[in-house]
């Protein structure tokens, strides 16, 4: 495998996410943790961007870095008195979520390995925004949707066979 500059800056931006999520999980100080789950929102949107995903790389910004992350520092800020700590993890708690995130990352490594998730043909780039909305917002996909709800609300014993008559045509 050649090295390049893109493997140099996905290296950085993934190691960087990686250990400020665990910083967040892993302080004790609620303050901490929403900063360090700000860098980890900026590392992903620096992921989308290299990835040649503006539009998302912007929506993670924007919403999730700019809005959804002040407003965890916020409410932290209003409901919390100075000097908060996290309690300590004693007993049955701290073995149970060492279990549960080892589940956890066996089932991701399972899936991740198991699997091979990019097509034999892949384009590298963005689609433009209006195909995307187009694709979503298409009277086909909501009909299909609409469909399929009214088919599950009045028979929900029997298999989703509605789809598939809309697809077909």
Known sequence: MEITLDLIVFTVLAVFTLASAVLAVTTKRILRAATFLLFVL?????????????????????IYAGGITVLYVFSILLTSSEGDKAEKL???????????????????LFVTLRHQFLPEHFEHGELAVREIGFALMSPVRSHQFIAAGLHRRRYPDRPQTIIKRYQKE
């Open 42 to 62: 900026f590392g992903t949107a620096g992921i989308y961007f290299q990835l040649n995903y503006s539009f998302l790389g912007a929506v993670q910004l924007l």
């Open 90 to 108: 004693r007993g049955y708690k701290f073995v149970v979520g060492i279990l549960a995130t080892l589940a956890g990352l066996a089932i991701c």
